[in-house]
């Protein structure tokens, strides 16, 4: 099997870049999911349906755009109680990416996340974890988290089946673990499978699926 990226966060990663968060430091049986994204239509609503079932909340990093598009699915992101991050506006790649057109980005998209009640994120995640130095430093300087992760599910990967998909992640997930997972299109062919399995097999050992805040 050829992954082109790691399903596990390496430790010394974690250390290296130790002003970003890979996981939450517990001792309690707390996972916390997170799609990134969305908001689209038939994805989003899905994946909440499926939360509601097991009384699970998440943490959604959205792409401002999809927001624009999408205003009513993610309305009822914050009504069902998850929490959400910011995701840049147009799903920017920060090593590709200047700088000061980068934070525009995020800035434009900060607008859309904060809509109506609700007063806005101090959550980002880079898209494809890829951001400068100087981005980050910027962006926590305006209090910003910088959220990763520690178990990446590869729910996108059109090599990877459904069970390794179910069987990679829940072997990788500790407590406090961030995983990733993407409420979209070309995720969805495991995630439909992945998502209620993992939600079961957690739960059924006591795990509580919290929110980021
Ligand atoms: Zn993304």
Redesign the pocket.
Known sequence: MMWSYLVKTPNLVQRFFHNYSWRISTEKKEIFLTF??GPVPDFTPWVLKTLRKYGAKATF?C?GENIKKHPRIYKKILRNGHSVGN?TYN?LQGWKTPTRKYLKNVIKAEAYLKGGQHSGTKLF?P??GRIRPLQAKILRKKGYRIIMWDVLSGDFDPHLSKEECYEHTIKNIQNGSIVVF?DSDKSFRNLDYVLPRLLEHFKKQGYVFRALD
């Open positions: 990134d994204d990093f792409v995701h799903h995640r898209p494809h993407h």
